[in-house]
């Protein structure tokens, strides 16, 4: 265990001793870009070439007016190169990747938009890419696993435990033992071992800064409220930092699936079912029971379905830093719908969790007061998803009979 990278109560770095000398040298060339004044404007030279950065802060003008509240306003990440603001922290860590001079970079996926931004960060800068995910979010993201291979990535589905996102966390930990000499893994979230919570969050926090001057650039002050989706917790603490300084309320929403009482959600800042352990390199608030075990979790969202949470949220969560609710996958579905139909824009299941928990609160603000929704990403990676929710009987005959025509 390395006595730094904490949080309050949460954090550290509880590692096997075979990875101590790869974090020391991961956590040192780290410490010498955010003392680089040159390495900031790098990357976002960087973003504004290659993913369309800064992203556009859309007023919601429908919306507004549907709910008679608040003024909304969606930061859009989606807009983003690969579709979801993942693209922001594989970029940097690419970018760190070059500066180790390592040739071969490893990640774990649970939506597939980490992944596919990891394989295009990879063909961008010539690395070898392997990609780990949960046999069960290979089946429900199948189009992003199909854009991962096309661009050079090996999939390796993982078929240990439930199958999901924290299962493929744990083999790509195995991978990187392995293979430290001359791999990277480019942790997707701001979760795992220090210094992994605060790197993410560091090169995530470019939509927290935009966020915050576009808001000022086009109301003249600034947001009563900031809404996010909490997975792991990268675009939440994105957009949160932005915003750290300020008296404004940071609202994060987690995944409440079937509802917080039925066992059968990932809401580990607002419901009682978390506590803390220890657990893939550090310690933080997991669905666990009572003997440390970790617990099954579920949401609609493949992204959503973590069993722990970064450090920092939790340290958070303790100081009344920010508020966590949940909603449901019911709500979910209908936010998203209500979004298409209403702004003609498609946000993904996990952005979709705070574009419910906005719409419950916006019609009690204030006219003049302002929201930022974070748009996390684009929903076209959740058709197949959201075709079951919706139960679409055009797109069921659609896939019966593109089915006959493989088996022809």
Request: proline share 4%.
């Amino acid at each position: 265990m390395k006595n730094r990278g904490y949080y309050g109560n949460h954090g550290g770095a509880f590692l096997p001793e075979i990875l101590v000398a790869t974090f020391d040298e991961l956590e040192s060339e780290f410490e010498k870009i955010k003392n680089d004044p040159f390495f900031w404007k790098e990357y976002e030279a960087l973003m504004s070439s290659y993913s369309c950065r800064p992203t556009p802060l859309t007023f919601a003008g429908n919306l507004t007016r549907k709910f008679g509240g608040a003024k909304i306003y969606i930061k859009r990440e989606d807009l983003n190169h690969t579709g979801a603001h993942k693209a922001n922290n594989v970029m940097g860590q690419g970018m760190l990747v070059k500066r180790m001079g390592k040739k071969r970079v490893i990640a774990e996926t649970g939506a597939g938009q980490h992944g596919v931004a990891t394989a295009t960060m990879a063909a961008k800068f010539g690395f070898d890419c392997t990609i780990y995910m949960g046999e069960v979010d290979v089946h429900r993201q199948r189009p992003n696993v199909f854009w991962m291979e096309q661009l050079g990535a090996t999939v390796v589905p993982v078929r240990d435990g439930t199958r999901i996102l924290k299962d493929a966390i744990n083999e790509a930990f195995r991978d990187w033992v392995t293979n430290m000499d001359t791999t990277h893994y480019v942790l997707g979230t701001a979760c795992g071992p220090h210094p992994f919570p605060e790197m993410v969050s560091y090169f995530q926090s470019i939509i927290g800064k935009e966020a915050r001057q576009q808001i000022l650039n086009v109301e003249g002050k600034l947001p009563k409220r900031v809404y996010a989706c909490v997975g792991g917790g990268s675009n939440a603490l994105g957009l949160f930092s932005g915003f750290f300084d300020d008296p404004v309320e940071l609202v994060g929403v987690e995944a409440g699936g079937k509802g917080l009482n039925s066992g059968k959600h990932a809401s580990r800042l607002c419901s009682k079912d978390a506590s803390t352990g220890i657990a893939q390199g550090y310690k933080t608030y997991f669905l666990q029971d009572d003997d440390g075990q970790m617990k099954e979790t579920h949401s609609i969202s493949a992204g959503l379905d973590y069993v722990g949470v970064s450090p920092i949220l939790s340290h958070m969560q303790d100081q009344g830093k920010a508020r966590f609710e949940s909603a449901t996958d019911t709500e979910v579905v209908a936010a998203l719908k209500l979004t298409m139909q209403t702004e003609g824009i498609i946000p993904a299941l996990e952005s979709s969790h705070a574009f419910a928990q906005a719409f419950k609160e916006a019609p009690s603000l204030l006219k003049e007061d302002v929201i930022i929704i974070n748009q996390s990403g684009r929903g076209d990676k959740d058709i197949f998803t959201i075709a079951d929710a919706v139960d679409d009987p055009k797109w069921k005959e659609f896939i019966i009979g593109k089915a006959e025509e493989y088996n022809a």
